[in-house]
């Protein structure tokens, strides 16, 4: 009996709600209190948008309707796998993984066009396991927050039964009335839950810049993959297969995962994401780590590896449906790594498939430091000072100083590189990338 009660789905309705005043006022700032001015401040349900003045001010006023005529907003229904939903007008959505502590341990965001969507849950469950037990899905439509628990029993799995609406929980969110949203180029989305539509004066809402101090930009925005190109193995140029690049915008970071393949098969699909910009000079810092498990099949020297990519050729441009495209690869391994060809050493250097280097003090899987790979699961930075006309030198951090290994002079079809796209790889291990961070240098 337990079991079936457990086994109850939930499916629910939401009126359209009716018009109401709307006040809102606020000012955008930097981290150090300086105005940005031209930045966009939309209300997300009423779609209304303003700019920020030169002192950064911005104001939001009249009138506010959630929806056009009558019938229900949205109607969502659980299972243990999946989230069943059917819109009448264009929503965000966000879902939220919660440990029995109050933990997030996971999630995803999305914008969802009207009609109907079928979402795995398992899209937003964190990469490594938590302990079995009782868990909690939390779901933000609307302006509206619903709490569902589960009963978690498997690495990845959401659960075998959710049981109806936990309103306690929801209750304490049920006050949040819409979502206000600032962009602004060179910046972190801001997003920031509104409670009242006459809430007044919201005061200094800071923007994050993705350029830190020093001239540093952030290739990843954080919530998704714009100005990036996927390029795999047996897949058209664009087209991520089954989702192998996801952006995690609460994590904020690039993952590159295997779960919705079938069976888990990684059919030898080694893969590439570019940044979608011709380089010349640059500096380039990578973080990243690997994650378990690792796919079905994966090709022989997988384990624990992965690549930053360098002087690679357009990727429109890749033709022949090659396995790996033109391009220099400044190896990243962790330990334990295969060593049927993983390495023994990281970074190291590889030249896969028709770009070479006049020079290089490195080689696959060996630079010749003997100094093994750092723990697959440890957050290691490399860092690589990229030219195409002089030596480029790639370092290991905390020593941002001396290199691991240089390199020199790239060719390809006989003629000197004048420029590439860097990239990163997918090569059967799960794992992720964070502060992807670039700085051009003078030509």
Known sequence: ?????????????????????????????????????????????????????????????????LGQGRGPAFAYRLDPDFLAIELRTPLELRVEIIDGVGHVQGGLARRLGEGRHRIALAEAMP??????????????????????????????????????PFRGTAAKQAAIAD???IRKAGYQDFVKEITSYTAGNLGDLTLT?????????????????????????????????????????????????YDKYPNLDFSDRCGNLYYNKLLTNYRIRVTY????????????WGHNNSGLMIFGIDPAKVTGDPEFPPLIEIQLLGSPSDPGGGGTTSPNYCEPNGITMSSHTADCGNNHTAKPPNAAGTWTTVEAEVHVNDVTKVYQWPDSTKPVFTMNGPMYNKQPVTGGFLSLQSESQPCEFKDILLKELPK
Do not use: C
């Open 127 to 164: 990469a490594s396991g938590w302990n079995a037990g009782l868990s909690f899905v939390r779901l933000r439509l609307n302006g509206e927050t619903f709490t569902h628990p589960f009963f978690r029993s498997g690495s990845r799995s959401v659960g075998t039964a959710l049981a109806p």
């Open 179 to 181: 979502t206000l949203r």
């Open 209 to 257: 810049s993705l350029t830190t101090p020093d001239g540093w930009v952030n290739l990843f925005n954080g919530k998704d993959l714009t100005g990036w190109v996927p390029l795999i193995h047996k897949s058209k140029v664009g087209e991520n297969y089954m989702d192998t690049f996801r952006a995690d915008s609460v994590n904020k970071v690039i993952r590159v995962a």
């Open 289 to 300: 780590r690997f994650l378990e498990p690792q796919a079905k099949n994966p090709v022989g």
């Open 1 to 65: 009996m337990r079991a079936k009660v457990l086994a109850i789905i939930t499916f629910t309705l939401f009126e359209v709600l009716q018009a109401q005043t709307l006040d809102l006022k606020g000012r955008v700032v930097q981290a150090n209190g300086t105005p940005i001015p031209g930045a966009v401040v939309v209300l997300k349900s009423k779609g209304d948008s303003t700019k920020t003045g030169a002192d950064g001010s911005f104001a939001l006023g009249g009138n506010v309707s």
